[in-house]
């Protein structure tokens, strides 16, 4: 009895090389830089997370005698 060799090719259309992945690992980075820059400022300096604003605020109260 002669042995016959199957051979099958087995071909997908799926998996695009994992580009998607990558850009949203980039955007997502991205986004930690920026909201680090806007509200972390103070995490890296060591202190002691307060500051002192020196304001002078004058608040005009409303006349009494109906004018």
Excluded: H, Q, W, Y
Excluded at 4 to 23: A, C, H, N
Excluded at 28 to 42: C, D, N, P, T
Excluded at 48 to 53: A, K, M, Q, S
Excluded at 59 to 64: C, D, G, I, K, R
């Amino acid at each position: 009895m002669v042995e016959r060799e199957k051979e099958t090719i087995v071909t997908t259309t799926d998996g695009g090389g994992g580009g998607g992945t990558i850009l949203a690992v980039v955007l997502l980075i991205a986004v930690l830089v920026v909201l680090f820059l806007l509200f972390g400022r103070g995490l890296l300096g060591g202190g002691d997370g307060t500051t002192d604003i020196n304001a002078d605020v004058k608040v005009e109260a409303p006349s009494t005698d109906g004018n």
